[in-house]
T-cell receptor, first 111, second 115 residues
C-alpha cells in the first residue's frame, strides 16, 4: 500500500538553530499536507503543497514539494521553544480525499 | 465556530466492555474521518465517510470495531468488546472536500484506556 516515510523520527535542536525534516513517498502525489501536533494536543493543519517544485513560507517555516512530487521537506530557521511538537506530512493521491500520514518527526528544543 | 467536538475526552473501561466514542464535525463539512494514535503505530486512519456514506473502512482493525454516521452532524465509533490493546487516543476529523483541497480539522481526541 501507499506509504510515506518521514526522517528523522526525532530531532533534538538547540534553540536558535535550523533544522529540516523530510518526507518521501514511493508514489507520485496529487498533493502533500503538513500538520503540527503539540504535546498532548491534536494535529493542526499547517499547509498544503500542490504544484511540482512548489515552495511556500510561513514566517520561519519553509515548505517545499519535490519536482517529481514524490518528496517534500519542512525547514525551520532559528528554532524556538514554541516549535516543540511532532510534525507530520500527509499524502493524498488522486483517488479521493483519504490522507495517509507519515510517522512524524518529533522535535525537542533545548533552551 | 466550535470546531470538531468529541466526547468523552477520557474513557477508562475494563476489558470486555462496550465503548462508544462520539464526534460532531464542523457544520458544513462533508467528510468525516476516524483515526487512532499510539506510540507504536502512529496515526492510523480507521474509516472515513463522504456525505455520511462510508468510503474506506480498510483501517478498521477487526469486527469488534464499527462506525456509523446517521446524519451530517454526528458520528460514532464503537468497540465491542474492548481489549487492552485498543488503548489509544482516537481522533475524529472533518473536512469540506472539493476537487483539490481537503484540509482536515481534528477534534481534541478521546483518550481510551482499557484495563
Amino acid at each position: 500500500g501507499q506509504q510515506v516515510m518521514q526522517i528523522p523520527q526525532y530531532q533534538h535542536v538547540q534553540e536558535g538553530e535550523d533544522f529540516t525534516t523530510y518526507c518521501n513517498s514511493s508514489t507520485t502525489l496529487s498533493n502533500i499536507q503538513w500538520y503540527k501536533q503539540r504535546p498532548g494536543g491534536h494535529p493542526v493543519f499547517l499547509i498544503q503543497l500542490v504544484k511540482s517544485g512548489e515552495v511556500k513560507k510561513q514566517k520561519r517555516l519553509t515548505f517545499q514539494f519535490g519536482e517529481a512530487k514524490k518528496n517534500s521537506s519542512l525547514h525551520i530557521t532559528a528554532t524556538q521553544t514554541t516549535d516543540v511538537g511532532t510534525y507530520f506530512c500527509a499524502q493524498q493521491t488522486a483517488a479521493g480525499n483519504k490522507l495517509t500520514f507519515g510517522g512524524g518527526t518529533r522535535v525537542l528544543v533545548k533552551p | 465556530d466550535a470546531g470538531v467536538i468529541q466526547s468523552p475526552r477520557h474513557e477508562v473501561t475494563e476489558m470486555g466492555q462496550e465503548v462508544t466514542l462520539r464526534c460532531k464535525p464542523i457544520s458544513g463539512h462533508n467528510s468525516l474521518f476516524w483515526y487512532r494514535q499510539t506510540m507504536m503505530r502512529g496515526l492510523e486512519l480507521l474509516i472515513y465517510f463522504n456525505n455520511n456514506v462510508p468510503i474506506d473502512d480498510s483501517g478498521m482493525p477487526e469486527d469488534r470495531f464499527s462506525a456509523k454516521m446517521p446524519n451530517a452532524s454526528f458520528s460514532t465509533l464503537k468497540i465491542q468488546p474492548s481489549e487492552p490493546r485498543d488503548s489509544a487516543v482516537y481522533f475524529c476529523a472533518s473536512s469540506f472536500w472539493d476537487t483539490n483541497t481537503d484540509t482536515q480539522y481534528f477534534g481534541p481526541g478521546t483518550r481510551l484506556t482499557v484495563l
